[in-house]
């Protein structure tokens, strides 16, 4: 399963997920260089709204002008659907690829798999970063799939765009054992 979404999502995709999620992180050195007191008096929260702003702006670059692609922002909706067939949300994921949000109507629709029929079910993943929390840095590249908000992932994968990291390369993937701390 894995395998066939990545594949479905394509690397243009999956590239600009893990190109935008390693700007951001150049970002967040260049904020935290620049202002250090105003990262260290940062709350968790306020932190990662201005990621995830940073981020969201990277991919609406990125993947304005690729076809199969749209883009929501509606407010605090943000969501990248791709084909017919894959929404996602770019969520800050912990060391156990949970991701966290306010349980509201929408947020437990999006999060809740379809039960349409076979084969022409929305699936919905959860696009973002590992999360290290005591140094506060951004990770990995992370690709997930969960069924519930405050569910475990069923799979997520980190992703790479190869050793070099220029675009172009292959997308590498990695998948990573939820259970794990």
């Known amino acids: 399963m894995v395998e066939d979404v990545l594949d479905d999502l394509g690397d243009k995709v999956v590239g600009a997920?893990?190109?935008a999620t390693n700007a951001t992180?150049?970002?967040?050195?260049?904020?935290?260089?620049?202002?250090?007191?105003?990262v260290a008096d940062s709350r968790e929260r306020g932190l990662s709204n201005w990621i995830h702003d940073r981020l969201?702006?990277?991919?609406?670059?990125?993947?304005t002008d690729v076809d199969s692609v749209g883009l929501l922002d509606q407010g605090v909706t943000r969501e990248v659907k791709v084909g017919l067939r894959y929404r996602a949300r770019v969520k800050r994921h912990t060391g156990r690829d949970r991701v966290r949000s306010y349980a509201t109507k929408s947020a437990l629709a999006f999060w809740a798999q379809s039960d349409a029929l076979e084969g022409l079910e929305e699936v919905r993943l959860g696009f973002g970063y590992r999360w290290n929390p005591e140094e506060r840095v951004i990770g990995s590249t992370i690709v997930s799939l969960r069924d519930g908000l405050d569910e475990d992932a069923?799979?997520?994968v980190e992703v790479d765009a190869g050793a070099s990291g220029a675009?172009?390369?292959?997308?590498?993937?990695t998948p990573v054992d939820p259970s794990l701390p």
Do not use: C, E, K, N
Request: charge should be neutral.
């Open 56 to 63: 969201w702006a990277h991919l609406r670059r990125q993947l």
């Open 154 to 156: 069923i799979w997520a």
């Open 17 to 19: 997920l893990v190109d």
């Open 25 to 38: 992180r150049v970002d967040l050195a260049d904020y935290r260089d620049a202002f250090p007191g105003w």
């Open 167 to 173: 675009a172009g390369t292959s997308i590498t993937w």
